[in-house]
């Protein structure tokens, strides 16, 4: 026998309001669209949805404020952590790097839909963008759920201008990639390797953040 309980939206934590201050209208339209439509495009999986605004949406919240100038996100999928992002600081310019056309789509119609002007999508693989004048350079680059550090850092280091930063989402094993990164850490001359701890603030699970200086 299966359980036929459809999975419920999981109801907005108060954590919400306080990460995304006055855009937290366009928080909510962003997630409500991507509990709506994100399973059939193929997005999220069914079991996302009571987790998703804890789990996946403030988890890309938490980093907001570590954002400045101009922000590239490398395989931002549904939308994570860069459109969040894009939502929660108006004032940094996101480009979202994403090579699968069915999610780029989905990106492009969520930015039009909610008249973003500081939000860019581009149908690409990070690895083809390095030597583009034309995005680069950027201040900052994230990722999340991409791939392990050691293959993540070739990837993202490229885009970065001299003295801008990698601000990478991973998981517990955080301080165990970075010691396998440790041969790209040096070829890509990255300085002031840290994993910062964010979350617990706002009461909710611990998130680990690697951040990097690119090539000072
Ligand atoms: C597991 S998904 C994670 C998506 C999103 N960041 C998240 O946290 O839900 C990995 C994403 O990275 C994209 N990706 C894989 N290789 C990439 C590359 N070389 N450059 C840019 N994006 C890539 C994939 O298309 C996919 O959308």
């Not at 990460?19 to 069914?46: H, M, N």
Request: aromatic letters at 2%; hydrophobic letters at 45%.
């Amino acid at each position: 026998m299966t359980d036929a309980t459809p999975p419920v939206l999981e109801s907005e934590p108060s954590a919400a309001a306080a990460l995304f201050g006055d855009r937290i209208e366009l928080a909510r339209s962003f997630t409500a669209s991507l509990a709506e439509q994100g399973e059939t495009l193929g997005l999220i999986g069914p079991r996302e949805l009571p987790q998703l605004w804890s789990r996946h949406i403030l988890n890309s919240a938490l980093l907001a404020p570590l954002l400045r100038g101009r922000v590239g996100d490398v395989g931002s999928g549904a939308g994570l952590p860069g459109l969040v992002l894009a939502i929660a600081r108006p004032d940094v310019e996101l480009t979202l790097i994403e090579p699968m056309e069915r999610r780029t789509d989905w990106l492009q119609s969520e930015v039009d839909r909610m008249a973003l002007p500081n939000v860019r999508v581009l149908r690409a693989r990070a690895e083809d963008l390095h030597g583009n004048g034309q995005l680069l350079p950027l201040d900052q680059v994230t990722a999340r759920a991409v791939s392990a550090l050691r293959t993540l850092i070739p990837l993202t280091a490229p885009l970065v201008r001299s003295a801008g930063e990698l601000i990478l989402l991973k998981g517990g094993r955080a301080q165990d990639e970075i010691a396998a990164a440790q041969k790209v850490i040096r070829k890509h001359r990255l300085q002031d390797v840290e994993v910062l701890e964010l979350g617990g603030e706002h009461g909710l699970e611990t998130t680990r953040v690697v951040r990097a200086v690119v090539d000072p």
